[in-house]
């Protein structure tokens, strides 16, 4: 059950759009429909963002988006706001009930 | 509503024992996805345990055979009962409800589990 791989930080300027990367491999990310990504705030629980690689919970902006290719899902965060800043996770669906989570993105917004 | 709310925490020395617990509003624990997930001092999320509906439950290897989940109906209450502490488990404990996509939909605030002698 080895984390999937995140870039340790990604930035980017106000307004601008980001994309934080998650790989696994065949048997996790690249083998279901079943990542979802999570928003983390100093101190606080992570949120939902994305579910099901690419579905928002409702109350969820639409400038996340998430989508998959191969063994990679990605998060995009367009029109970057300063709330923006924090830590994002991936999550993926490995088999029997397991899941693995990936190893988290520090986003800073210049 | 759905609410969560952890509780149960502290300091606990090697060896040791102790259950957290999550009581649950505005849905039903039994019928419902629920999770478990753990996040090390100044480090990433680690998943711990899946519940389905049905009762079957899964555990991360790290803790098989050490964790064990229940919940009490009565209460609309989830447990995690962790023995055999190590102090690598040191880490805040949280509870989610989720969804058969795996997602983790709603959490609580968090109970933080410090073993160290």
């Known amino acids: 059950q080895s984390a999937l791989t995140q870039p340790a930080s990604v930035s980017g300027s106000p307004g601008q759009s980001i994309t934080i990367s998650c790989t696994g491999t065949?048997?996790?990310?690249?083998?279901?429909?079943?990542v979802s990504w999570y928003q983390q705030h100093p101190g606080k629980a992570p949120k939902l963002l994305i579910y099901?690689?690419?579905n928002r919970p409702s109350g969820v902006s639409n400038r996340f988006s998430g989508s998959k290719s191969d063994n990679m899902a990605s998060l995009t965060i367009s029109g970057l706001q300063a709330e923006d800043e924090g830590d994002y996770y991936c999550?993926?669906?490995?088999?029997?009930?397991?899941?693995?989570f990936g190893s988290g993105t520090k986003v800073t917004v210049l | 509503e759905v609410q969560l709310v952890e509780s149960g925490g502290g300091l606990i020395q090697p060896g040791g024992s102790l259950r957290l617990s999550c009581a649950a509003s505005?849905?039903?624990?039994?019928?419902?996805?629920m999770s478990w997930v753990r996040q090390t001092p100044g480090k990433g999320l680690e998943w711990v345990s899946f519940?389905?509906?049905?009762?079957?439950?899964y555990y991360a290897d790290s803790v098989k055979g050490r964790f064990s989940v229940s919940w009490d109906n009565s209460k609309n209450t989830l447990y995690l009962q962790m023995n055999s502490l190590r102090a690598e488990d040191t880490a805040v404990y949280y509870c989610?409800?989720?969804?058969?996509?795996?997602?983790?939909?709603?959490w609580g605030q968090g109970s933080l589990v410090t073993v160290s002698s």
């Open positions: 989610a409800r989720s969804t058969y996509t795996y997602a983790y939909e709603s």
């Open positions: 505005g849905f039903t624990v039994s019928t419902n996805y």
């Open positions: 519940i389905y509906p049905d009762g079957t439950i």
């Open positions: 065949s048997s996790d990310v690249g083998g279901y429909n079943y």
């Open positions: 099901g690689v690419s």
């Open positions: 999550t993926s669906y490995i088999s029997s009930g397991t899941q693995v």
